[in-house]
């Protein structure tokens, strides 16, 4: 791909990199990014800025690298970088704080898996058959002959195996455990990896989950199924932002279940949706509301009420073959 290669002449000729993950990062978003500026400063001897545009969670503060990520309010606004490298970033709408970094960048560059990309960089290299851009990631750095370390090959590990659910998802084929076991070859330590990101969840996250999962409501003769989250239920169990992680999998995993959603209240008339499915294309329903992602999980942001989110998101569902 003569886009790889130029990737490669562009971070060799840069002189400060910026490296920008999606908003409320997951495991693909920030050990993608972990890796890559691993990569870089172990081949071209470089050191990048990390930035999140929020909390980095705490289930992933074992990622190497993962402290030197700065939040976005750290940064310096006025820094002119020679190279920004977005990953695992499917619109801009998913990095807006950063955007004025962004813009005045020299060169950007836009690394991604996912198929409703709006392919917004300068130089954008996609590959919407790939789990995770943790996997895409790696083949990048194969086909460019680049030096894996171990925490390289960890970050990337942890990308894949939470994009796919464990290896569970549809996104997973064989290329995915291909790319599995070379990382394994490297020397990552998937029992530690999994221990972290499935096995050290807090007491209160665990119960908060069990409240949510308690209080779904079920429509469409148990097809769809969906719960709502408000500020004041964060607030009421102390969990953390990243509390709802996997909660749409859970509902998901019911046996008449064809669709699954959250909604999330995030302020006054604005709320998160995460929707998945077992086959019904849920990315077509988010990209309505300008959100998007993959055929059985995608996301979106939409301007209004939690009750009038749901109804919206109800109507959209029902427009679908299922």
Known sequence: MDCVIRLNDIIKSAKNILIVSHINPDGDTLGSMCALYSAVKDNFKKRCDMVVLSKVPRIYEFLPNVTFVKNVNELDRSLVYDLVICVDVAAQNRFEEAMELFNRAHFTINIDHHKTNTKYADLNIIDSNASSAGEFLYKIMRQLEWKISKDTATALYTAVLTDTGSFRFSNTTCETFKVAGELCD?????????????????????????????????????????????????????????????????????????????????????????????????????????????????????????????????????????
């Open 186 to 322: 490297i020397g990552v330590d998937t029992v530690g990896v999994y221990k972290n990101c499935y096995e050290n969840n807090s007491k209160n996250m665990i119960m908060f989950q069990a409240y949510c999962v308690s209080n779904a409501k079920f429509v469409d003769d148990d097809k769809v199924v969906y719960s709502v989250i408000y500020k004041k239920d964060l607030e009421k169990f102390s969990a953390g932002e990243d509390a709802t992680e996997g909660l749409a999998e859970k509902l998901r995993a019911i046996e008449t279940t064809k669709v699954s959603f959250i909604v999330k209240e995030l302020g006054n008339r604005l709320c998160k949706v995460s929707m998945r499915s077992k086959d019904v294309d849920v990315a077509e329903v988010c990209a309505v509301f300008g959100g998007g992602g993959h055929t059985c999980a995608a996301g979106c942001v939409v301007k209004s009420s939690v009750q009038a989110t749901v109804k919206k998101i109800l109507m959209e569902i029902r427009k679908q073959d299922f």
